[in-house]
């Protein structure tokens, strides 16, 4: 891309945060006019974007020359073949070429701003106040080519888009628009140097978690998605001997085969080399082999979390993270999705997991939070998931566990919960159950809290109450002060009886501390 550096932001205080030190004077337009910066696309834009629609039209006209359940119709002659191709593809060039022609991005000292359009002019402004994370993807055609997008997230839906520039430019304009949402009067750079082409890492940015490719390839092939797959091919082979059908076999097998080594292709290479990093503008994700996609990780607009294990998964001590942010939409139901995911953490051991949350929220440990079992009663309602229920809340998070197959624990700040529901049906009313539902701004997670007993939830009520509607007054996600870290490890080293517990915890994980305190604190009917 033929592109002028942004130049460095006047020195004195910005207009919109003055310094408080300092006397504002009076603001000059001028100034912004000279400091606007006006940029393109780069030149290979037309090519990249114009050989995804060259490939669908081939796609979706090819469909009648194959022999897909009838008979397929003779291909045209080779001349006709060509010149059609060609055609797409000149039509696709010169559209692509006066698109990129009449699309640019103009940054001035308070806004950035995309204009494009050839017959209908669109301009999108973005104030660096608005700018809550940046995402960095490099899809397989872009990356071929050195090209990167970039995703600019305004806390909605729709994303204002930069397509496509050349990666360390993308990289070097992401931290800019970073340093300026923070407030904070960086200095633009023309590039910036990755330390490599597989993971979008900068000498000073510090790595908190790094997930192996072959860990990966355990967790897929140990996923409880793995063996719902190969159960239904196992199923359609015990049909077909028990029928006396070998053909079935056949049909059955190579698909079967076939959906596996895809599952477990695409969740490798679309996690591969997972890194979560930190740096002074914060948190980032960075994933993929063929298609990289790095992510800005917004801490304050994390909702709530979910941590689950599969099975086997409990056996290798496994974990993996979904997040609820507001503005990214549903929860990421599958590790294959390439561009915005919710997953923090795709496959990894329980210090990962304690690695992960500590750094959306330094203030808070899941783990130290006391769960309440359900009462035996609950069984009747929750006859397999009734022995694994739990919930509990201290004063910063409230932690629910459930599922007996997949084991799930959810965890939501008292900070993020908008409301709290108390449920009961007419089979809950009887057996003086209730059910909890925190809802969230996000609303994707839902977590709850399932089979509890009514008199503990109407002994806790009041307190969740206080503890939703006035919140500590310092949030989850800022890091705790030095005099705090002193007390807390004066505290570690006491020799108190939590010691003990905490020891085996950090040995047997989230459950070891839990099942044995809190039976005396619930209050029971039976």
Known sequence: MTASPVPPPPTGP?????????????????????????????????????????????????????????????????????????????????????????????????????????????????????????????????????????????????????????????????????????????????????????????????????????????????????????????????????????????????????????????????????????????LRISRGLTSLTSQSLPPRRVQAVQISQSPLWRWLGLYRIDLEVIGWGQVTDNEEKTGVSTILLPAGTLDQVRVALRAIWPRADFEAVQLHRAPARARWLHPLAQPFLRWGHDDSLVVSRHGWLVRRWQVVPHARIQSVRVAQGIASRSLTLANLEFHTAGGQIAPHAAGLDAAHVLQRQEELLRLVHHPAPVDLTEPPTSAELSESQTAIGGGDSDNSASGVRDQAGPDARRADQADDTISSSE
């Open 14 to 282: 910005d207009p919109d945060r003055p310094d408080p030190l300092v006397e504002p004077g009076p603001h000059n337009p001028t100034d912004d006019r000279r400091h606007e910066v006006t940029e393109r696309p780069h030149p290979l834009t037309p090519f990249i974007r114009g050989w995804v629609v060259l490939l669908a039209v081939i796609v979706a006209f090819g469909r009648d020359y194959l022999p897909i359940g009838r008979d397929p119709q003779p291909l045209p002659p080779l001349e006709v073949i060509f010149s059609a191709v060609g055609v797409v593809a000149l039509a696709s060039g010169i559209a692509g070429y006066f698109s990129w022609r009449f699309t640019r991005f103009v940054i001035d000292a308070e806004v950035l701003r995309i204009d494009s359009g050839v017959v209908f002019r669109r301009s999108q402004r973005v104030g660096f106040d608005k700018v809550q994370s940046i995402d960095v993807v490099q899809p397989l055609a872009a990356r071929l080519f050195g090209l990167a997008e970039l995703q600019i997230d305004v806390g909605s839906h729709d994303r204002p888009r930069l397509r496509y520039l050349t990666r360390t430019r993308a990289y070097a304009l992401r931290d800019y628009l970073l340093a300026r949402a923070k407030g904070v009067q960086a200095e633009a750079a023309d590039h910036v140097e990755s330390t490599s082409v597989l993971v979008d890492l900068g000498a000073q940015d510090e790595v908190l978690v790094r997930v192996a490719a072959q860990v990966l390839l355990l967790a897929a092939v140990t996923s409880h998605e793995f063996w719902v797959i190969l159960a239904t091919g196992v199923v359609a082979a015990v049909v077909g001997i028990a029928f006396n059908l070998p053909w079935l076999m056949l049909v059955i097998a190579i698909p079967t085969a076939s959906t596996l080594v895809g599952f477990v292709g695409r969740r490798v290479t679309s996690q591969f080399n997972y890194t979560l990093s930190q740096r002074a503008h914060g």
